[in-house]
């Protein structure tokens, strides 16, 4: 069984939303020791970091998304969310689910915390 596994990528135009799910195999990635992101990449490109969450400090995001995206968690279900509103097609990426052991929200926004665990990721298109 997959540790990440994200769903919920798909085709929009723009101004749309998706919400992306990853469900989260192991509980230990909801406590205090591990942030839980979403990070996203496009062919060519590297891997950015768009949104983070953990117990400590909150939630973080990147410019490009603050206002438009929402990172969220239920524990219940084992399952971390991003909503994504107003969707642009600069957006378009596959998003990937990751968690990282002893690191800050802001530390893995800027792509600098060792990734324990990555999703196989999700597709997000975009169209004008």
């Known amino acids: 069984q997959a540790q990440l596994e994200e769903s919920g990528g798909g085709s929009v135009q723009a101004g749309g939303s998706l919400r992306l799910s990853c469900v989260v195999s192991r509980s230990e990635f909801f406590d205090s020791t591990y942030v839980l992101g979403w990070f996203r990449q496009g062919t060519g490109s590297e891997r950015e970091g768009v949104a983070t969450i953990d117990v400590i400090e909150g939630t973080a995001y990147a410019d490009s998304v603050k206002g438009r995206f929402t990172i969220s968690k239920d524990i219940a279900k084992n399952t971390l969310f991003l909503q994504m509103n107003d969707l642009k097609p600069e957006d378009t990426d596959v998003y990937y689910c990751?968690?990282?052991?002893?690191?800050?929200?802001?530390?893995?926004?800027?792509?600098?915390?060792?990734?324990?665990?990555w999703g196989k990721g999700t597709l997000v298109t975009v169209s004008s």
């Open positions: 990751a968690a990282a052991r002893l690191c800050g929200i802001r530390t893995m926004i800027g792509n600098y915390c060792d990734i324990d665990v």
